[in-house]
């Protein structure tokens, strides 16, 4: 009998961690740069030295803010730090500093977009907290090794409200996510490094039911695919359970990613009691009026609010305007180009023409394109105003401007001879030299074959070297043949 | 501290003073060839006419919780028995630059958890006065330190009254300052909302003078006060009228020991009244108190120990052990003495799950009130008088298996530190067992100006007395 998948709904809620860009950990001076030699970011502090004492990171709770406001949160004025109490070789103080019952960051929404649609997922909160350092059981065979350069990172948790249905869903959400800490540049969003984690929680319900069911956590997913894969399998998985009599239980399973399937990592019986309670090394931070305005008058805008800019105001394809906000450098890029040229769907044609194409074979990306906005904008403006046409513009003038990062178009195609030529009488001799060498074809078009225009056009182009201006010419070879 | 010896004759005499009373057993460590380098040192700069420190020469002991880097600190417990500090207590560093000579470490009661110094990895701190009698605790070590002579000044800590009754027990003078007062960065931690430095001296100018030097804001405890340290004189006394409130419920109290609630009462009927308008005031939370103090500090220590873990440092019972929880399991259970795991043990239960709002909760209740009310008794009045202990020094062992009886006897000193306020012991009077006792002064917070030089006269308004009494 075939399982009747479609009788149940998964919901689905996130937790994403994502460290902050911040230059020191949360509570220390050392740096939480990624990759330093094992043990080299420390201090007595992040050891958890007897009578070292935490000292709060400033730049952390304006990442942390700066992320609650791009996601319309409600941001807490008083903020205070519980201990998680727990004991693992991996965490120096035996807790974990986090805001677990206070988070500074309050319900709000990320935007997402999937095959049925545009969808609000709710946020339940955004906290603060810091990471442990990393047991590593690979360096040594008889014993774990420590690497405490990690401790203290800090780390924004987004908690998601159980608002997702789909595994695609889950997919656009962390999605949106890693563009949205990417763009504020608060997180690099790497999940393979993993400066950006994701757990899932999963549950399923019968279609129309209102209450939730046992919920499973997965984590250990290390990509955007993975999630997507975890929740896949993660649901099937239940609903065949269920449809065979069996019974979900509420445990914690981890994604293995050779071969996209979860196995049970404990129950929930084997729970930690963390101990919570007000870290009472720190007294309670306080966010003013003043610094809300402050940070909030450093944003951006939001790449939301830009597609909307560029779709209504400047009349682009919903499409190029969802592409160009996919990442911060597009948006910087064009941006500056937009300063420059008045020709915006222009300005997004090479940007998502040649622009990408030309970093794509050099497999680079938009932040590491060295021709500067304002030379393209010349470039833009010479196509535009008909002195060079598109193609010659991108495939020979183009790579030249690039090769010298910055450079006047004009100058480089009067350099190149790439000018177009409007002189009617020139035009006119390349015209008949085409149309006397193939005489076959004047007299299919003659007959009829009206679509041979193109082929005449094209022969033009390459006797001109490009440089014929290509409204002229064709009037003046529908003209010529029209008179033969 | 006066200028006619040099820095090297004054270490010599405390180094032989401590040779002389080392079954007093008040020091985990001497850093003797240190100390001599050290004041050498400073008389060379002295006689090249260099401007000198503020505790130029002073001889001062640290308590075995305080971090002074490249010497051991091992807050009198078997699980950092061998653990090296690596960097300056805050407190530290600032006696260092003030050219203080730090001539050892301080026994203790391990972690600062006891009231008789009996609960040391290194054995009991005899009381100079009694050798069968305990110095108090937690920071016995030091009030003997100080009590027999073996330095000028020591500091302690105080987390429920850790410098104010072996003060009182030793008959010396022992402040604990307002909370965030002197920076807590390098004390080993206790009760994070609770602890603070204290310091022993024979006398308020020599407390007053060390806390100048040590109090501040520091950039590495948040917790710190930005209020600057006030300037202690103590040349002219104070020609005001101090206005001051006894708790009637306190020296009424059944565990108060009569000789000592008579004394006192006696001694504040007789203030000069033109400076002292003394008056007695009800306080009902008196019996809360305790019990507020020990769950919400066990509840702070439970987590703040966490750390003693055996991994990055500090004793282990063994290095190859492959399960982790019993790792855990025997470093701990080895390493920390019965007092320490008591109240771990107790910590981690009123912080659990189901009985977090029993406990925590509503000692943190409490603690609102007892602050509330503590607010607006200092609209009304500039001090509060109380005992400091509710008896004078017991016998060793006397109270060693009755944790609770122990406990209890910190009435009178635990509201200081679940207020904040400043409090202060000083060694006004004697009982007719031959003991010293105290006499407790808080003022209200940041308030040590006035609470210093309230002591300082209250001290010279009781000299002619002591000499009537003690000195036939």
């Given at each position: 009998?075939?399982?009747p ?9 996130l ?10 950990k949360l509570?220390?001076?050392?740096s939480?740069a990624?990759?330093a030699?094992a043990?080299?970011n420390i201090?007595?502090?992040v ?12 730049r ?14 409600s ?12 004991f693992y ?11 677990h ?9 990320v935007?997402i ?7 609000d ?6 906290h603060?907290?810091?990471d442990a350092g990393k ?5 040594d065979?008889?014993?774990?090794s ?8 800090p ?38 490094e993993?400066?950006m ?6 549950s399923i319900r019968?279609?129309?039911e ?8 997965v984590?250990?997913?290390n ?9 896949e399998?993660?649901?099937s998985?239940?609903i ?15 994604f293995?990613?050779s071969?996209?399937?979860t196995?049970?990592m ?9 101990r919570y309670?007000t870290?009472?090394?720190?007294p309670p931070?306080?966010?003013?009026e ?8 450093a944003m ?8 909307r ?7 682009l394809p919903?499409y190029?305007?969802r592409?160009?906000c996919d990442?911060a450098?597009?948006i910087?890029y064009?941006?500056?180009l937009i ?7 222009a ?10 194409s030309?970093?794509?074979d ?14 393209l904008?010349t470039?833009i ?8 046409n ?7 003038i ?23 030529n ?11 030299e ?14 009829g074959k009206?679509g041979?225009?193109?082929l005449?056009m094209?022969?033009?182009?390459k006797?001109?070297k490009?440089k014929?201006?290509?409204?002229i010419?064709t009037?003046l070879l529908t003209e ?5 | 501290?006066?200028?006619?010896t040099t820095c090297?004759?004054?270490?010599h ?5 401590i040779?002389a ?5 008040a020091?985990?460590?001497?850093y ?10 400073l008389?060379k700069?002295r ?5 000198i420190?503020?505790?130029h020469?002073?001889i001062?002991g640290?308590k075995?919780v ?9 807050a009198?417990s078997r ?9 300056n207590?805050?407190?530290v560093?600032?006696?260092l630059d003030?050219?203080a000579l730090?001539i050892g470490?301080?026994n203790?009661?391990?972690f600062?958890?006891?009231s ?14 009694d ?6 605790g ?17 500091l302690?800590?105080?987390?429920g ?7 009182d027990?030793?008959g ?10 002197i920076?807590?960065y390098?004390?080993i931690?206790?009760a994070?909302?609770?602890?603070q430095?204290?310091i022993?001296a024979n ?5 007053a ?6 109090s ?7 917790t710190?006060s930005a209020?600057s340290?006030d ?5 002219t ?5 101090y ?14 020991d ?8 006696s001694?504040?009927?007789?203030l ?9 005031i009800?306080?009902d ?6 019990p ?15 750390r ?6 500090g ?7 492959a ?9 701990r259970s ?13 910590g ?6 189901g009985y ?8 943190q209740k409490v603690r ?12 009304d009045?500039d001090a ?8 004078t ?11 609770i009886?122990m406990?209890l006897?910190?009435?009178?000193t ?14 006004l ?11 407790q ?13 309230l002591s300082h ?5 009781s ?8 000195n036939?």
């Amino acid at each position: 009998m075939p399982i009747p998948y479609e009788k149940y709904e998964a919901v689905i809620g996130l937790e994403v961690h994502a460290q902050l860009l911040t230059k020191s950990k949360l509570f220390s001076g050392d740096s939480a740069a990624f990759g330093a030699d094992a043990n080299t970011n420390i201090s007595p502090i992040v050891l958890a030295y007897p009578g070292a004492l935490p000292m709060l990171n400033k730049r952390a709770v304006e990442y942390a803010v700066k992320m609650g406001l791009a996601c319309g949160c409600s941001i807490e004025h008083t903020n205070y730090f519980a201990r998680k109490n727990y004991f693992y070789p991996d965490l120096p103080k035996g807790y974990q500093i986090s805001q677990h019952t206070t988070p500074v960051c309050k319900n709000g929404f990320v935007k997402i977009r999937t095959a049925n649609g545009e969808r609000d997922i709710l946020l339940n909160r955004i906290h603060l907290e810091e990471d442990a350092g990393k047991s590593l059981h690979e360096v040594d065979d008889r014993n774990t090794s420590l690497d405490y350069n990690r401790a203290g990172v800090p780390l924004i948790e987004i908690v998601s409200e159980p608002d997702m249905h789909t595994a695609e869903e889950a997919f656009a959400f962390v999605t949106e996510l890693r563009k949205l800490v990417r763009y504020l540049g608060i997180c690099d969003g790497n999940m393979e490094e993993g400066s950006m984690r994701c757990d899932a929680n999963v549950s399923i319900r019968i279609k129309g039911e209102k209450e939730l069911g046992t919920k499973v956590e997965v984590k250990n997913l290390n990509s955007i695919r993975n999630v997507k894969k975890a929740i896949e399998f993660e649901i099937s998985r239940m609903i065949e359970l269920v449809e065979s009599g069996g019974k979900v239980i509420q445990q914690t399973r981890s994604f293995d990613a050779s071969n996209d399937t979860t196995f049970s990592m404990r129950t929930k019986e084997e729970a930690n009691d963390y101990r919570y309670f007000t870290d009472p090394d720190l007294p309670p931070f306080i966010i003013t009026e003043e610094l809300l305005h402050a940070i909030r008058a450093a944003m951006p805008p939001l790449p939301e609010e830009l597609v909307r800019k560029y779709r209504d105001l400047l009349h682009l394809p919903e499409y190029d305007a969802r592409v160009i906000c996919d990442d911060a450098a597009t948006i910087r890029y064009f941006e500056l180009l937009i300063q420059t040229t008045t020709h915006a769907k222009a300005a997004a044609n090479w940007l998502l023409g040649p622009v990408k194409s030309f970093l794509n074979d050099k497999g680079e990306s938009m932040d590491e394109f060295t021709l500067d906005a304002s030379s393209l904008a010349t470039l833009i403006e010479l196509v535009e105003s008909g002195k060079v046409n598109f193609s010659i513009a991108s495939s020979r003038i183009f790579p030249v401007m690039v090769e010298k990062g910055t450079a006047d178009a004009l100058e480089v195609a009067t350099e190149l001879n790439l000018l177009q030529n409007s002189d009617a009488g020139d035009i006119a001799q390349w015209v008949d030299e085409v149309l006397l060498g193939m005489p076959e074809k004047v007299a299919e078009y003659k007959k009829g074959k009206k679509g041979l225009i193109g082929l005449f056009m094209g022969e033009v182009k390459k006797l001109s070297k490009g440089k014929a201006d290509p409204k002229i010419a064709t009037q003046l070879l529908t003209e010529k043949l029209e008179q033969r | 501290m006066s200028g006619s010896t040099t820095c090297v004759e004054a270490a010599h005499y405390y180094l032989s003073a401590i040779r002389a009373k080392l079954r007093l057993n008040a020091f985990v460590d001497i850093y003797e060839e240190e100390l001599l380098e050290r004041a050498a040192a400073l008389d060379k700069k002295r006689s090249s006419g260099a401007p000198i420190g503020k505790l130029h020469g002073v001889i001062t002991g640290i308590k075995d919780v305080i971090c002074y880097k490249g010497h051991k600190v091992t807050a009198a417990s078997r699980i950092l028995h061998k653990f090296t500090a690596t960097y300056n207590a805050t407190a530290v560093q600032k006696l260092l630059d003030e050219e203080a000579l730090i001539i050892g470490s301080l026994n203790c009661d391990e972690f600062a958890m006891g009231s008789s110094n009996e609960n040391s990895f290194y054995g009991n701190v005899l009381n100079a006065l009694d050798e069968g009698r305990v110095p108090g605790g937690s920071s016995g070590g030091s009030a003997v330190a100080v009590q027999a002579g073996l330095c000028m000044v020591s500091l302690g800590s105080d987390t429920g009254g850790s410098v104010r009754q072996p003060a009182d027990f030793c008959g010396i003078v022992g402040l604990k300052p307002t909370y965030g007062r002197i920076s807590r960065y390098g004390l080993i931690a206790y009760a994070s909302s609770f602890d603070q430095i204290g310091i022993f001296a024979n006398n308020v100018p020599d407390v007053a003078a060390v806390l100048q030097v040590i109090s501040g804001n520091d950039d590495f405890d948040s917790t710190a006060s930005a209020i600057s340290p006030d300037e202690y004189t103590f040349d002219t006394p104070s020609t005001g009228t101090y206005k001051i409130a006894y708790f009637k419920e306190a020296l009424e109290h059944p565990s108060l020991d009569q000789e000592i609630a008579g004394t006192i009462k006696s001694f504040i009927n007789n203030l000069p009244t033109q400076h002292f308008k003394v008056r007695a005031i009800s306080f009902d939370l008196l019996d809360y108190i305790v019990p507020a103090y020990y769950v919400l500090t066990t509840a702070e220590a439970s987590s703040n120990l966490s750390r003693f873990d055996g991994v990055r440092y500090g004793y282990r019972t063994n290095d190859d052990m492959a399960d982790l929880t019993e790792f855990y399991k025997d470093t701990r259970s080895a390493g920390f003495g019965k007092e320490v795991k008591r109240r771990i043990m107790l910590g981690n239960f009123v912080l659990s799950s189901g009985y977090f709002d029993a406990y925590f909760t509503q000692a943190q209740k409490v603690r609102k009130q007892l602050s509330d009310k503590t607010a607006l008794i200092f609209n009304d009045f500039d001090a509060i008088l109380l005992p400091t202990v509710p008896s004078t020094a017991f016998k060793i062992g006397e109270k060693k298996d009755d944790p609770i009886a122990m406990y209890l006897a910190d009435i009178y000193t635990v509201f200081a530190n679940l207020t904040g306020i400043p409090a202060i012991s000083i060694p006004l009077f004697r009982h007719s067992n031959g003991m010293p006792f105290g006499l407790q002064i808080m003022t209200y917070r940041f308030s040590e100006l006035s609470l210093l030089s309230l002591s300082h006269q209250l001290m010279n308004v009781s000299r002619q007395d002591l000499h009537q009494s003690t000195n036939p």
